[in-house]
Structures are given as structure tokens and as C-alpha cells.
Nanobody
């Protein structure tokens, strides 16, 4: 019931920053969590971060991006963002936004819950060039 559209990808140099956006529609979001995943060619989809969309929801991050990436939200506009700082050569991938009913996360590792149950956006490409 939730539709997602990502934007903001592009090509940057190492050390540069990007901010991705994900706009959700089609369903109220207060009982959902929205997350960011990425997938590089030949690799499995990797969980980056997620946040519960209820008021007061706190973000969760994968260890690989802790301290460099920040997830945020604009609840009134049904939008989540991913601020990516100090981009590195291991960061290029297609970045996907995903939405899952929040209670499902309690019964599994969070990334597995998204993989099993989430609705996904089309993805936006992030490239890091020399």
C-alpha cells in the first residue's frame, strides 16, 4: 500500500557528500518504518539505516556507515532523507528506499524484516569517481 520514490543520486568524488530523498505515498506512515538499502553489482542488498516514522522514532545504522551517514525525516511531507558524508570507493551502489510495518521488525533482525516484507522504491544510483 506504500509507494516510494527515491531521488538525489549522482556522481561525486571521494570525500564528497550527497543527500538522498524518498517520498512515500498511498498509506499513513505512523505505523511504518522507512529504511535505506544499497546493492552493488554482484553483491547482496545491504541494509544501511532505518527509522520508525512515529513521533519520537530513533534511527538505527549499520556498522559500516556509522558516523558518516545520517537518516532524517519530514513527517509532514512523508519524506525521509539519507545524508551521506565522506563518500568512499566502497559506497557506490543503487540505493533503495523501503517501507515495512514497524511491528515486524521486533520479530527479526531489522534488515531481514525489510528484505522479507518491505515495499521498495525503484532506486537511485550513487557513483564515486576518482
Amino acid at each position: 500500500q506504500v509507494q516510494l520514490v527515491e531521488s538525489g543520486g549522482g556522481t561525486v568524488h571521494p570525500g564528497d557528500s550527497l543527500r538522498l530523498s524518498c517520498v512515500a505515498s498511498g498509506s499513513p506512515l505512523d505505523h511504518y518504518s522507512l529504511g535505506w538499502f544499497r546493492q552493488a553489482p554482484g553483491k547482496e542488498r545491504e541494509g544501511i539505516s532505518y527509522i520508525n516514522m512515529r513521533r519520537g522514532g530513533q534511527p538505527t545504522y549499520a556498522d559500516s556507515v556509522q558516523g558518516r551517514f545520517i537518516i532524517s525525516r519530514d513527517i509532514a511531507k512523508n519524506t525521509v532523507f539519507l545524508q551521506m558524508d565522506d563518500l568512499k570507493f566502497e559506497d557506490p551502489a543503487v540505493y533503495f528506499c523501503a517501507a515495512v510495518p514497524s511491528p515486524l521488525i521486533e520479530f527479526s533482525k531489522w534488515a531481514e524484516a525489510f528484505i522479507d516484507f518491505a515495499n521498495w522504491g525503484q532506486g537511485t544510483q550513487v557513483t564515486v569517481s576518482s
